[in-house]
């Protein structure tokens, strides 16, 4: 049988635990890094990558280009309508996180909308953001 002081201590130590557990799991999320071809100055996304009848949809997808070391993220904001932004923060170019739909920074805790503005400095610019187009096929992300 468990000693009352020793359940305090084990309760404690959990409790201490939870934010760190917390912040693991959060670092732990993966993303999913969607397929993708380039012409010219356009990285062309499968509408399909969004998911289909068949699969789960997804709210956004991230594009591992060669245009940066940073990724960029297109978040769907409306039934035809996307959003491209590059996941780098605009205060010190730390690499930014997805929290539900915007973009957080580990580093000093900016926050971005999934469209690039600026929710919580430090960080005072928008995120570079690109062009987006559509087909019946396809997200066009102009990247020049
Ligand atoms: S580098 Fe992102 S808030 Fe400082």
Same mark, same amino acid.
């Given at each position: 049988m468990m000693k009352r002081k020793d359940f305090i201590k084990t309760c404690g130590c959990a409790l201490v635990s939870a934010p760190v557990w917390l912040s693991l799991l959060q670092s732990c999320t993966s993303y999913y890094y969607a397929s993708y071809s380039q012409n010219e100055n356009k990285l062309i996304v499968p509408l399909s990558e969004f998911g289909s009848k068949n699969n789960k949809n997804r709210d956004f997808v991230l594009l591992d280009s060669t245009i940066s070391s940073y990724p960029i993220c297109i978040f769907k904001t409306g039934e035809d309508n996307y959003t491209a932004s590059l996941m780098q923060c605009t205060h010190k170019g730390?690499?930014? @996180? +997805?929290e539900g739909d915007m973009f957080s920074c580990p580093c000093h805790g900016s926050e971005f909308t999934k469209t690039g503005d600026v929710?919580?400095?430090?960080?005072?610019?928008?995120?570079?953001?690109?062009?987006?187009?559509?087909?019946?096929? @396809? +997200?066009?992300v102009h990247i020049s």
């Open positions: 730390c690499e930014l @996180n +997805i929710i919580e400095g430090p960080a005072i610019d928008p995120l570079k953001t690109f062009k987006t187009t559509i087909d019946n096929h @396809n +997200i066009y």
